[in-house]
């Protein structure tokens, strides 16, 4: 009923606004365009005002085919609102607003590729009055990440024509991606004569776009090290998007105008028994090129550019010429650099291996080696430094003095060049006994001492042990090097002893004498004889007691003539008188024989 009289109300109003003659206006707003990215909801607002008012209007929503038509996908007066069935947006459409705010509402969920249409919102008022606005719809897709393909191959720029540098590509961009070349971060422009891009452009079952770039170039030698990249930029909602590949950069092949050659290693001086690292090179990158080193006679060839020579002498000093020739044009560019080895002879010891001096002469020896350069000798013994000249000089010779000398000769300027040479010294002389920390010693009766001697002479002494009484005593152990002997003895301590550490060669003899002194052989004496004293005098008392009748019974003669305590009873009689004859009585007082008892 409320329906109808609306109804009524309405016509009423119309025929009023059309009896009056009054022309009545709809103005309509949208936006341009509105972008969004594929899969998300696109909104789509229209906003409206009308000379009538904005309640009780016809709205509608259309969208343009690609061939141009328009298309309704809603309907929405005062009393219902429609969605329009067997379109592309049938159930992925929905408005909100009434259209009595002046704003509606188109919303499209999951947006597709192909929703990238221009869309028309109609607003009709209550005469004649019509409004109408357009918003196209934009839809974006991010491509995948570019790649870059430079050529595997060298190029030569010697080649006619144009060269292929590389390839960029991207993939599955809506809109169409764009691919510019750089070559170190400046942007490459198409020209016939020198560089050249091909685009290629792939419209997938996807409808996305994929873009393929090829770029080629006339090489020079100055793009040898140059870098080359692509820059993608591409389309999304309110912006452009900018990346970039990998750079890439490609082997160029052209020929040398300078050829250079130098020792890489060592670096500095070359000393003999080095190994020398030669290095050639042009100044050229020609694959056709043939590096080749000649040394006098000699032809050698290179690995890698790189002559190794091993273990190298004086003879292989001299100038060494490299030789690249380009085996297609057969021409030749020579370099060349000279090489100095350095050397050292072995040291000269004059006099050779081994000397004989006496005690008390002198020596003099010379060291010498012949050298490239500058040299240092040095005399060492036992590894201590005696002397810093070529000549050594030994006065006034002793058993010190003997032992092996080593020369050597160092040159100062290179690290490692030595040489060396030996000199053995042996001096003349009668034997000498160390002195021994102590002479005399002291040690516990039946102990052990263990003596040592020390001797040094040349030749090399003979030793022996004695003791005072004439005894040869057998060494324990004896150890001996040349002008030097160490003998050791055990001796058991039963008694005091003197023993005789005694040494001697062809020039005369020597010895040491050890005083061994036992300790406690007197003590043990002294205990014997006061023991002895103290069992004579034990005796004495008991034998003084027994005299005066305090031990065996009372004193004087006594009859033991106790009662009978029990069977076996025995009773005992002393005498006193000089036969100290005792009696033994038997039960009841009868006198026993003594075998009786």
Known sequence: MAARINACLLVGLLALFHTWGVSASVEVNMMDRVEVFKGEPATIPCMFTSSEGVGGMIIQWFYVTRSGEKQQIFYQDAT??????GTQFSDRISVNGTGATGEIVLTISNVELKDELEFICLIKGLTEGTGEGRTKLKVFVTPDSPSIDGVKRGISVSEDGLSKIGTCEVKNGF???????????????????????????????????????????????????DLFYCEITYFVPVGVMMTETNPINITVYYPSTAVSVWVESPKGHIKEGDSIELHCRG????????????????????????????????????????????TDTFEEILGNTTVFVNYLDPAVVMPEDTVVVFQGEELKATCNALSSLQTHTVWMKHGKEVSTAHSLILKDATFDSAGMYVCVVTVLDIEGMETSGTLNVKVHGPPKIMEPISNEIEESFEGTVELSCKVRGFPTPTVTWTTSDGKLLEMASQIETEGEVQSNVSIKVTSDITAFCNASNDFGTDAVTFNITAKGNGVIIAVIIICILLLAILGSVLYFLYKKGKICGRSGKQDLTK???????????????NTEEAVLLGVNGEKQAPNNQ
């Open 283 to 326: 100044n050229g990158h020609m694959p056709s090129s043939i590096l080749t080193i000649i040394h006098e006679n000699d032809k050698y060839s290179l690995l890698n550019n790189v002559l190794v020579l091993d273990n190298v002498t004086r003879l292989n000093s001299g100038v060494y010429q490299c030789i690249s020739m380009d």
């Open 80 to 85: 219902m609102k429609v969605v329009n069935k």
């Open 563 to 577: 009662e009978k305590s029990g069977k076996d009873n025995i009773v005992v009689e002393m005498k006193s008188d």
């Open 175 to 225: 809109p169409k991606p764009n691919i510019t070349w750089y070559r170190n971060q400046t942007p490459l422009r198409g020209d016939h004569d020198v560089v050249k891009v091909v685009p290629r452009i792939t419209t997938e079952s996807s409808g996305l776009f994929s873009v393929t770039s090829e770029l080629s170039m006339k090489v020079t030698k100055e793009e040898k090290d």
